[in-house]
């Protein structure tokens, strides 16, 4: 399994390895962050973890490798892409330092003393050009393209397809975790005859919200050639699936959700924890995750100046970063930091469940923006039902589809924030429906959302079976010898 980060920041991928090493030899490929003392290797919970140090590499160096998998004439298409783009972007370089020089030499001329005040109003239609230019919007995106090339696509490709090569034993199956380690799945295909299992954790061109047709152009055009390399295209959720498989004309593309592995002997929760401290007998709503653009939070912030904060407590627990001091800042603008709404430290990965069932309710207010916000499988909705907690999530289809079957909670729009206050009244309001709502989101979980019901697509997909048939003795057997590199049999008791 390989992934272009540090491999345990992501629970999808700890959910995948430790389920796996059940059946399968798994040895999971990522980055060590920069300053971090975690090991160079290190065994855990049945399976093998390897972090290599990254390095910033030429952005040339993932296109060059390209040509090893890709047909010619897409090479070719594809390297007139980037030199048209290049060529536009330097053409937007050139106009900007222009504009720059032309407003150097009429500022130097309004100083003379003959200068016509007329003169002021082109510069100020020059300024205004310049400050367009200036912000160079496709210019942003071109180096944020190379930058991710440089950063990611490139040390990602470089650094695991050489550890592949040169281990010991080979992989049957790679698994990739999303675009950025796809090619050295593709590289590894062709070279050593083995598996290739891609699983896009999000619809990779347009994941930064930033995103215009550029970048989404070119990494459309990366992921459209080297998906057909993949033996088995994997995502989070089946309304996701359906639009890449239109998307690029593809066969079929399984849906494997992000939901935790059941755990019966998770601990209750702490019963004097600081958020009971805090919320004193209120109902205790809960936001955790990353505070981040087009998260929502503003938006339940705003909402919360329409509820009773005598009755409801809003606790919003993250890593600290900018967004997390701007939502701080918001909340005391409206006079409720610290009285009904409360920011609380981040917790370990493995804590995240635990630490969510001290609250009542959970919220996910993603913004429906993009495909990948409105089409997300949030991986604190499978953590608020194994906590069992109650879920308010806003118009985002897919969640709203799980809650719904789950019976375990409401929904609201971000459009019109007083449906999220009244919401939040209704269950304040209503104990018996939260308490029930509790009760169906622990069962839907223990029986329907876990890993342990969901995970079993990916055994299937290993061995080379199709997600609703049964692996065959034949398959199953064709891979039990372990690997290096990926995944490969470890028959259970053998």
Known sequence: MICAHEPTVDPRIRWEAEFAADRFAVTVLGFKEPGSFAPDFERVNGYDIVRRQRMDLSSGYFLWR?????????????????????????AAEVVFRALRALERVLLGVLKQPWAPVTLSVPLLLLKDLKARAGRGVMRQRFHYVLALLRTQFSPATAIFWKYIKEAGEKPDVVHCNDLDTLL?????????????????????????????????????????????????????????????????????VYSVPNVEIWDESRPPPEQNSRMATLAAGRVKFLFQGRFTLAR??????RAWSLVDGTRAALFLRGPDNMWRKAA???????????????????????????????????????????????????????????????????????????????????????????????????????????????????????????????????????????????????????????????????????
């Open 66 to 90: 390209l040509k090893d998998v890709i047909s010619r004439p897409v090479l070719i298409a594809l390297a007139i892409v980037a030199v048209l783009l290049y060529a536009l972007v330097v």
């Open 184 to 252: 050295v799945g593709a590289l590894a295909k062709q070279t050593l005859k083995c598996r290739v299992i891609y699983d896009a954790h999000e619809f990779f061109p347009v994941a930064d919200s930033l995103c215009r047709w550029l970048d989404t152009t070119f990494f459309s055009i990366v992921e459209r050639n080297l998906i057909r390399k993949a033996d088995a295209v994997v995502t989070v959720n089946p309304l996701l699936a359906e639009a890449m498989r239109k998307a690029y004309r593809l066969a079929r």
């Open 296 to 301: 929502g939070i503003e938006e339940i912030i």
């Open 328 to 494: 701080m800042d918001l909340a005391a603008q409206f006079g409720l930091l610290d009285t009904s709404i409360y920011f609380l430290d981040a917790v370990a990965e493995d804590m995240l469940v635990s630490a969510a069932a001290e609250a009542d309710v959970g919220i996910i207010p993603y913004l429906p923006l993009a495909i990948n916000e409105r089409l997300s499988c949030p991986n604190k909705l499978s953590q608020y039902l194994h906590a069992g907690l109650m879920v308010i999530t806003n118009d985002l289809p897919y969640v709203k589809s799980i809650v719904a079957d789950a019976r375990a909670g409401l929904s609201y729009t971000s459009d019109d924030l007083s449906t999220l206050a009244a919401a939040i009244e209704l269950v304040v309001n209503d104990p018996k429906l939260l308490r029930q709502s509790r009760e169906s989101a622990l069962r839907f979980a223990r029986e329907n959302f876990n890993w342990q019901v969901h995970g079993t697509t990916l055994l299937r997909l290993y061995a080379g079976a199709v997600a609703d048939e049964p692996i065959s003795a034949g398959r199953a057997g064709d891979l039990d010898r372990p690997a290096a590199g990926a995944a490969a049999t470890r028959p259970r008791g053998a």
